[in-house]
């Protein structure tokens, strides 16, 4: 049942999924010549938001996957960093949210293994959890090479449960003790979006992007005032465009207050430690 609900989910998420913009849709295409210029590729992926049909340029990251036939070597691992540079440089801010992994061909089939990834500026390593490997089969987006399907093994509905467990209780429940991180917009937002995203996962096996995981956090009993603020800041006029009064009335007056990311922060940590309890208790026996 579950796979055919997910089958369904990717054929109606294919449908509705919009073309990339076209400054991105030019970022892609010089990402991807100067991936084959620098390592043997065997594939490119998209997940997250452009693959989900959520992706805000200029505010979404653009999560990617580029398949190697084989591991980077020492001097193609500079050429990469060169390239990821080079693109930042000129690219604008889609080239600066770019993030991509590099797993390949030769790497043990384990979800927990770590790869060579390109993340906040650097190289570095990182495991493709269960959530990006289900996002790669159920609506990945295919830019270069075979698809997900070919060279990626599929996770099972125990192992993303597992890490969708593991990832509330292990990081971000404990990251509610940490009060001053709670005061950047990055970490309310993924804190809060995250735990409506895993509710759903965990209710049924199905992924959802970050604008269908705010009328859930709704249904959660968030704060409406920093889902208010959430809104605004990812769905709203860019920051360079005068709102309209309406959509200044709707992206949470509060902002505007020189003590509103402190009072944000206490209202989003003392909805969220709550609700991860809550979704533990109820997920993390079965």
């Known amino acids: 049942m579950r796979s055919a609900k997910r089958t369904a989910m990717r054929t109606a998420t294919e449908a509705r999924r919009p073309a990339p913009p076209p400054s991105t849709a030019v970022l892609l295409r010089a990402f991807l010549t ?83 990834a390109w993340a906040h500026d650097e190289l570095t390593h990182r495991p493709l959890t269960p959530v990006t490997r289900r996002e790669l089969h159920s609506f990945g987006l295919v830019l270069y090479g075979d698809g997900p399907a070919a060279l990626l093994p599929p996770v099972t509905d125990a192992q993303l449960t597992a890490f969708v467990l593991a990832d509330l209780r292990g990081f971000w429940r404990p990251a509610l003790e940490h009060p001053e991180y709670w005061l950047r917009d990055i970490w309310v937002d993924l804190g809060l979006l995250t735990l409506a995203r895993a509710t759903v996962t965990l209710r049924n096996g199905t992924l959802i992007s970050k604008g269908h995981a705010l009328p859930v956090l709704a249904g959660l009993g968030a704060p409406v ?61 079965g």
């Open 34 to 116: 100067g991936l084959q210029e620098r390592v043997p590729l065997r594939a490119l992926w998209a997940h997250g938001s452009l693959a989900g049909g959520d992706y805000q340029e200029g505010r979404s990251d653009l999560d990617l996957i580029a398949v190697l036939a084989r591991p980077a070597t020492p001097q193609e691992e500079r050429r990469l960093a060169e390239l990821h540079r080079g693109l930042a440089a000129t690219g604008g801010p889609p080239a600066r949210a770019l993030h991509c992994a590099y797993p390949d061909r030769t790497a043990p089939d384990d979800p927990a293994h770590p790869h060579l």
């Open 225 to 285: 005032q920093v889902l208010a603020d959430i809104r605004h800041r990812r769905y709203g006029p860019p920051a360079s465009s005068p709102a309209p009064a309406a959509a200044a009335t709707a992206g949470a007056p509060e902002a505007h207050r020189a003590d509103w990311p402190a009072r944000r922060a206490e209202l989003t940590r003392a909805f969220l430690g709550p609700a991860i309890d809550r979704t533990l208790a109820a997920y993390g026996n």
